[in-house]
């Protein structure tokens, strides 16, 4: 998975892929068929992973305004990582578009999940009175995901992450407002 991430499944040969796994060319042909089936089965791993952390922290008892920022404060830490590649998800959105349908349909899967889990946070932050009666979840939703997307891009070309910080602050206020 990590293998792939980093570089792509173009970029990745099946040779570097029997030398991360150590196991033989049999056994990856045994296990997944072939290099495609385990590269959509690194994709639906680690869609499952992310989801799944996404949606447990947004989830937490508490504040879901205070949960939304720690998600942010999280996806900042892990893209000042040494060796951060960017989000898997960004990555093979460059890298296949929409050329291949099953690849978009593990992506459009995930960010269909992810963009569920914020608008039912944004619904309890509106129902504690964390957001004005007026906002509208869903389209916050949609410009949450938009915004987390394009924050894991540009932290992967933003030396500094700066700008994530920035963005990050910035759509947290605007939310916060119910914009």
Known sequence: MELFWRQGYEATSLAELLDTMGIGRQSLYD????KRSLYLEALRRYFEERASMARSTLAESGSP??????????????SAEAGFCGCFVGNTLAEFGDRDPEVSEILTSFLDRIRAAFQETLERAR?????????APAQ??????????????LSKIQPHRELVRSVAHNSLSLIRAGR
């Open 31 to 34: 296990t997944f068929g072939d």
């Open 65 to 78: 305004l205070g949960n939304l920022s720690r998600l942010f404060q999280m996806m900042m830490e892990r």
């Open 127 to 135: 129902e504690l009175g964390e957001l004005p009666p007026a906002a």
């Open 140 to 153: 916050l939703a949609e410009v949450l995901l938009v915004t987390t997307q394009g924050l894991a891009l």
